[in-house]
């Protein structure tokens, strides 16, 4: 199964891209996480907020592939625990489809998006900086497979 974490902006801080690949890189080659930096909507004095949302939402829409299950990452989504999050991951291997985590801009998702995701997950209740939310995803779902396999990471 492929992860695909489609996320609006780049340039991160290099903490962040180390992060994210240190935990892509521990997944089995039969469950690959892989960033899909999608660009900025372009924001700035006088922006047109709706226009950048949207923007984010056409190349965000573009960048899922046919057939994946689309999982959107909104604050109204159901919260899991990482157990919880595991027998996701579970459902999601069993389902046979390729996943497809949708992150948006500063200013959330593009309403198309969220209507067309199967499923709505709340990462917190907390509000997370967008670069931090890339790392938190690769380590938890890195756990989440550690916890199917039955190693001791969970602990």
Known sequence: MKIRLLAVGGKMPDWVTTGFHEYS????????LE???LALGHRGKGADMARAIRQEGDAMLAAIPKGDR???????GR????EQLADQVSEWQMDGRNISLLVGGPDGLDARC???ADQKWSLSGLTLPHPLVRVILAEQVYRAWTIIQGHPYHK
């Open 25 to 32: 890189k521990r997944l089995p080659h039969e469950m690959t």
């Open 79 to 82: 919260s899991w625990s990482t």
């Open 70 to 76: 689309v999982i959107a990452l909104e604050v109204k």
């Open 114 to 116: 969220v209507a067309l």
């Open 35 to 37: 960033l899909v930096e």
